[in-house]
């Protein structure tokens, strides 16, 4: 297997607490959104991009996607930084250049010489609403998968509770554009829908149309796999190894003692920071997971819940979601 993998998924579905699960892993060099992050100010990352959207990516063109995403940058490493990789990696200062390099170009030019680690080991980067990308990596490499989904109510309230993001405005407001690039049958399905100024509604269709079409995609193939949120966080330690052995990475002592840290084994209740990221973006890598999967049963109205389980249910590739994580 050429020593790129994947770990996809929508928009706060707990891809970026699975990602961190693999780079606590000594043997792998983590990256995190690079494409979505990196492609408007990198040009190598860019012309990547590009051809993985438009289906033009094989595996003679892996090699420059690894090269391309293989160089350290601030935007696409965070917190928690693990140590001690199995790879030749200078670590001194760098979790306090990092803030700096994320603001001043010189700074991130000396923190990509710093840091970069040397070509060899596996690269799994991370990325959400990767629909055509992900086609391209199913469809046309040998690049293995992981699918991460959450349930669409939990999905749904973060969007709409979370930090600003103008990403998913832009989504919304493209509501019908998507359905007809990516699903033109929903045009037909939820035509009466399309006009509506529900936030919870056009968050739950675009949720739908996202994990609908990528599901179906990730299970037509033997390098794809599709994991729930619900199902990581009630058992890490199994559901890591699972996706370990997907990705061809060894797990071992430093994963386990890191999930041992979020669910508070052996540490007398001690917790890690619970927000960290940058700015007013937060990410719950350090909250217990299994604390977190269903507070969003205590916290979205039951009309909301209502609105959201009626558009989704029945539809096959979701049914198959809801029995891993016992949804319904």
């Known amino acids: 297997m050429w020593p790129l993998k994947a770990i996809v998924g929508p928009a706060r579905s707990g891809t970026t607490w699975a990602g961190s699960l693999v780079d606590s892993s000594p043997d792998v060099i983590y990256r995190f ?64 250049m990092w803030p700096i390099a994320r603001l001043l170009g010189p700074a991130r030019e000396l923190y990509r010489a710093a840091y970069s680690p040397p070509p060899g080991p596996p690269i799994v980067f991370k990325e959400v609403t990767f629909i055509k990308p992900l086609r391209s990596l199913i469809e046309r490499t040998s690049v293995p998968v992981v699918y991460l989904v959450r349930h669409p ?42 006009e509506t100024t529900d936030v919870i509604v056009r968050n739950a269709l675009l949720w739908l149309l996202e994990v609908e ?35 061809g990475i060894t797990y071992g002592k430093h994963t386990s003692g890191f999930i041992d840290r979020l669910y508070n084994v052996g540490t007398g209740g001690r917790r ?13 890598v350090d909250r217990n997971p299994r604390e977190e999967k269903d507070s969003w049963k205590r916290k979205m109205p039951r009309e909301d819940q209502a609105k959201v389980q009626q558009l989704v249910q029945g539809v096959a590739a979701i049914e198959y979601c809801a029995a891993l994580g016992q949804w319904w």
Not at 45 to 65: A, E, G, S, Y
Not at 174 to 192: C, S, V
Not at 235 to 246: E, L, R
Not at 272 to 284: F, I, K, Q, V
Request: net charge positive; hydrophobic share 30%.
């Open 33 to 96: 959104e690079p494409f979505s992050r990196l492609s408007s100010i990198d040009a190598g990352v860019q012309r990547c991009f590009t051809r993985l959207k438009n289906q033009q990516v094989t595996d003679d063109d892996l090699p420059d996607i690894y090269s391309a995403l293989r160089p350290a940058d601030p935007l696409t490493n965070k917190a928690p930084f693990f140590k001690g990789k199995s790879y030749r990696l200078r670590t001194f200062g760098r979790r306090q």
């Open 153 to 194: 109510c939990a999905t749904v309230l973060s969007t709409v509770s979370g930090p600003p993001d103008s990403s998913i405005f832009r989504r919304q407001r493209r509501l019908r554009e998507l359905i007809r690039e990516h699903a033109p049958a929903y045009a037909d399905r939820f035509g009466h829908l399309l």
């Open 213 to 247: 079409t990528c599901v179906t995609l990730v299970r037509s193939s033997p390098r794809g796999m599709v994991l729930t949120h619900e199902q990581l966080a009630h058992d890490a330690y199994t559901h890591a190894q699972s996706v370990f052995s997907h990705l």
């Open 272 to 284: 890690g920071p619970r927000r960290t990221g940058w700015g007013s973006r937060y990410y719950s």
